[in-house]
Nanobody, 124 residues
Framework: QVQLVESGGGLVQAGGSLRLSCAASGRTATNYAMGWFRQAPGKERGFVAA????????YYADSVKGRFSISRDNAQNTMYLQMNSLKPEDTAVYYC?????????????????WGQGTQVTVSS
């Protein structure tokens, strides 16, 4: 099974930027889609963005459209989430996730591969 490891989280002021990375321990050729989810204290894990690994087609939650950008580097087996214009409400643990088959979805239950998460804290 492919192992996913997130990095790049940290503390940032509102309006600032962070770039999250999700590195796979092996090739992701068996994955049809990769995505980012986040979970804030007292809230359920919610969808942020996803990408079709083959085509590069992307999906975004309405709350992050125009601010976040998801991308992938096949050669480095890495997925990225560029987060700009960060808001305090973006504060959460961000998780990298993968689907072993099918198209990207907005439901966490549809993803079978998960990283350990990286904390993003946006101060006001």
């Amino acid at each position: 099974q492919v192992q996913l490891v997130e990095s790049g989280g940290g503390l940032v002021q509102a309006g600032g930027s962070l770039r999250l990375s999700c590195a796979a321990s092996g090739r992701t050729a068996t994955n049809y889609a990769m995505g980012w989810f986040r979970q804030a204290p007292g809230k359920e894990r919610g969808f942020v963005a996803a990408i079709n690994w083959i085509s590069g087609y992307t999906y975004y939650a309405d709350s992050v459209k125009g601010r976040f950008s998801i991308s992938r580097d096949n050669a480095q087996n890495t997925m990225y989430l560029q987060m700009n214009s960060l808001k305090p409400e973006d504060t959460a643990v961000y998780y990298c996730a993968g689907r072993t088959y099918g198209s990207p979805t907005r439901q966490a239950v549809d993803y079978s591969l998960w990283g350990q998460g990286t904390q993003v804290t946006v101060s006001s």
